[in-house]
């Protein structure tokens, strides 16, 4: 504990929830409200930890959609949990990580979900062309706090630093302004949650690696890859088994399939041939964002849509660039370029004042007109001759229009954008 509490400690995991920002919990304190708060009632917490008398306030649970259309819960501890558990985080990375698996992945140092993928392709290159994909139900829901304690006590011998453990998994969920017990799982939201993860499943690592197969996993995300559909369902029926006797997890059976490794998808890509796409599901959710920034409807400026559409592409092409598939990008880029022309047609609006902008653009007059009265659909006349010829390419990048294509050289050509 006096670790955990220790100032640099305390200091760093401050500036690390700071820089996460985060919505408030259920105290409804904001990150920009805890400095304030800290300074009137820091120290009167770190005594209530060193005595055993803290007790951290229920998660307030919200629902973030799925890619799939679902929705994902995520329980938010209070800024002042978050830090307390973000300075136990930091003080048990270097006290388990070291003997975490080399197949785990997941909120590790010096470890990304590009590094699993890749791992995974490695291994398909080398001949394990069958998949066993296995989605474990509501995993963090279902973590048995007895089982999650016992394997921390083995490693932890500070008491105090136990039950502050075990009071955070008990501390409950608030939902809909009532407080509900949590006899286990473990609440996706806090900074605790992906190190306690990755200690129960480092089990299920240990037990792969054990048997000799190859695997992968991510948080609660894995999968493993063997030579034979056969060997494939073998493998499936006993993992299962292993999971329920040993962890107390279920395993979703509509989800969980033993497929061609060109027919799974793992952290949001496929494999195809010898080469990593994104997966269809993937796209799909892309290009639904970027109909929602380029909608019609949305009333605000050109500049700040252009900004927003900016970052959104950087952030998913940071993720998705790892894609070595080529081919769907110029198109993709078009199809970008052509939202966008919409988007300038329609704020353009009056006859007038697309004529006048079209002329400023380098179009003919007669060009101008014909395509300013034409009562034809904002997508169609996108693509006409002359907006295409008026807002070109060169145009829309000086508006501030990034380009899909030249953020995937950037990626897998790095020395080459320089």
């Known amino acids: 504990m006096e670790k955990v509490l220790s100032s640099d400690n305390v200091r760093n995991a401050w500036k690390q929830v700071k820089a996460n920002k985060g919505a408030a919990g259920v105290d409804g304190m904001s990150t920009k409200e805890f400095p304030e708060f800290a300074r009137n009632h820091w120290n009167d917490i770190r005594n209530h930890l060193i005595e055993g008398s803290y007790k951290p306030s229920p998660v307030k649970r919200v629902e973030i959609p799925k890619p799939d259309g679902g929705k994902r819960p995520l329980g938010i501890p209070t800024v002042t949990d978050r830090v307390i558990q973000q300075s136990i985080a930091q003080a048990l990375t270097p006290v388990f990580d070291p003997g975490f698996s080399e197949s785990s992945y997941g909120f590790r140092p010096n470890r990304s979900a590009h590094d699993a993928v890749r791992k995974v392709m490695e291994y398909i290159r080398q001949g394990y062309k069958y998949a066993v994909d296995i989605d474990l139900s509501k995993y963090f829901d279902m973590v048995n706090h007895d089982l999650l304690m016992q394997r921390l006590s083995l490693r932890i011998k500070d008491k105090a630093l ?8 008990k501390a409950g969920v ?18 605790l949650s992906p190190l306690l993860s990755n200690i129960v499943l480092d ?21 493993i890859l063997v030579r034979s559909h056969r060997a494939g369902v073998r493998v499936m029926r006993s993992i299962k088994h292993f999971l329920l006797k040993n962890l107390k997890l279920i395993v979703n059976e509509k989800k ?31 290009k639904r964002q970027i109909r929602k920034l380029t909608g019609r409807s949305w009333g605000v400026s050109m500049n700040y849509r252009l900004r927003k559409l900016g970052e959104y592409i950087r952030g998913w092409m940071g993720y998705y660039g790892l894609s070595e598939y080529y081919r769907p990008i110029p198109e993709l880029d078009h199809w970008l370029r052509r939202r966008i022309r919409m988007c300038y047609w329609k704020q353009w609006r009056r006859c007038h004042k697309r004529v006048k902008e079209l002329l400023k653009l380098g179009c003919s007059k007669r060009q101008a007109i014909f395509t300013a009265l034409s009562r034809k659909s904002y997508w169609h006349l996108s693509k006409t001759f002359t907006t295409q010829v008026g807002m070109t390419n060169q145009w829309l990048k000086e508006q501030g229009l990034v380009s899909i294509k030249e953020l995937w050289v950037s990626f897998h050509y790095p020395n080459k954008t320089r």
């Open 162 to 169: 136990l039950r502050l453990i075990n009071r955070y998994l």
């Open 174 to 191: 608030k939902v809909d302004g009532k407080v509900e017990t949590t006899s286990k799982g473990v609440p996706q939201g806090g900074p």
């Open 203 to 223: 089990e299920l690592d240990k037990e792969l690696e054990k048997r000799g197969h190859k695997h992968v996993r991510y948080a609660d995300d894995f999968i």
């Open 256 to 286: 969980s399939k033993v497929v061609k490794s060109d027919q799974c998808s793992f952290l949001g890509f496929i494999f195809k041939g010898k080469s990593i796409r994104w997966s269809d599901d993937s796209l799909a959710e892309f």
